[in-house]
């Protein structure tokens, strides 16, 4: 697979700014799921072509995963949760094409994670209003405020942590199996591929947006 390798530094002062493969290999992905996105919902038809088949099967998929994990009043968070997922996919699938997906990178599931921590506290403070969401922290008792904080800081590193490692661990294995195979490398790493790849990239995905969906859903209520 592709290595890591610094793109652009810009110096500032003491600090520079570094625009690695991985970063760029994001904003590759943003841009064109971006215009992926607007050339896949244009000129919508009653009878839905090839194109609008696959993207309202998408829709379809969220719809059911935000219904049956959150509930029809959160079909507005729709969009929210169809683009993380496929932005999260896309990422977690690069291995196919020889490379490193960015998740493997700490940092960025890092970010990913605390974009989730932003949304689940950011919908309780809106349903619940700013003073009632910081008494919820002393909820049910006053003496658990230290373990419910902690509790909810440490979320978005244990959800990293989750992506993080599934995703090192598997471009770790892949490399593996290359570097012992060699010039006989075709072909046999396949079913390596498929599930370090496929099914696992897969389900990092999955798990992602169920745990954010719960949290989103479950805090308010708590």
């Known amino acids: 697979m592709l290595e890591v390798s610094k793109l652009i ?10 625009f690695n493969q991985e970063v760029v290999v994001q904003w590759a992905i943003m841009i064109s799921l971006t215009i992926l996105m607007i050339w896949a919902t244009r000129n919508l038809k009653k009878v839905p072509d090839r194109k609008q088949t696959a993207v309202e099967y998408f829709y379809t998929t969220i719809k059911n995963l935000v219904d049956s994990n959150m509930g029809e009043a959160y079909e507005s968070y729709i969009p929210i949760f169809g683009t993380l997922a496929a932005f999260l996919l896309v990422m977690n699938l690069l291995g196919l094409i020889g490379i490193k997906p960015p998740t493997q990178n700490y940092s960025i599931a890092l970010g990913l994670a605390l974009c989730s921590f932003l949304l689940i506290h950011g919908n ?15 909820k049910p008792f006053a003496v658990m405020l230290p373990i419910n904080i902690m509790e909810r800081a440490v979320f978005p590193i244990s ?11 598997a471009t770790v294995v892949i490399d593996l199996v290359y570097s012992a195979l060699g010039n006989f490398a075709i072909g046999a790493p ?10 696992d990239g897969a389900l990092q995905t999955v798990v992602f947006l169920m745990l954010t969906m719960i949290q989103v859903k479950v805090l308010p209520e708590h």
């Open 159 to 169: 959800l990293s942590l989750r992506l993080f490692g599934n995703m090192m661990a």
């Open 190 to 199: 396949v079913p390596v591929h498929l599930y370090f790849d496929v099914f």
């Open 124 to 138: 309780a403070i809106k349903k619940l209003g700013f003073v009632h969401y910081l008494l919820g922290y002393g």
């Open 9 to 18: 530094s810009i110096p500032i002062g003491k600090f520079h700014i570094v």
